[in-house]
């Protein structure tokens, strides 16, 4: 399994910015797809982005022109950009490695509100 950790949460007004990290424990040349996935209160996981390894990506339409997905082999991570945040953004947002199976972060808070 890969071990993953989230980083970069936090409170944010609306229209803000926020930069989410995800470091691996195994290169993420090794690994088939990554993505973020979100979890607001009483709703299900949904995913929000995710990139394979030959760079595709794939966004959720509600983040579609705010978010971007991205990843650095030289500190093995996978970021995601978020702009324009909105409170409906507002969730616990997790990373996921695919290879061989599947792996999830811990998890990290993010709240936008004024």
């Known amino acids: 399994q890969v071990q993953l950790v989230e980083s970069g949460g936090g409170l944010v007004q609306p229209g803000g910015s926020l930069r989410l990290s995800c470091a691996a424990s195994?290169?993420?040349?090794?690994?088939?797809?990554m993505a973020w996935y979100r979890q607001a209160p009483g709703q299900q996981r949904e995913l929000v982005a995710g990139i394979t390894t030959g760079g595709s990506t794939n966004y959720a339409e509600s983040v579609k022109g705010r978010f971007t997905i991205s990843k650095d082999g030289a500190k093995n991570t996978v970021s995601l950009e978020m702009n324009s945040l909105k409170p409906e953004d507002t969730a616990v947002y997790y990373c996921y490695a695919n290879r061989y199976s599947g792996s999830w972060g811990q998890g990290t808070q993010v709240t936008v509100s004024s």
């Open positions: 195994v290169s993420i040349f090794r690994i088939d797809y």
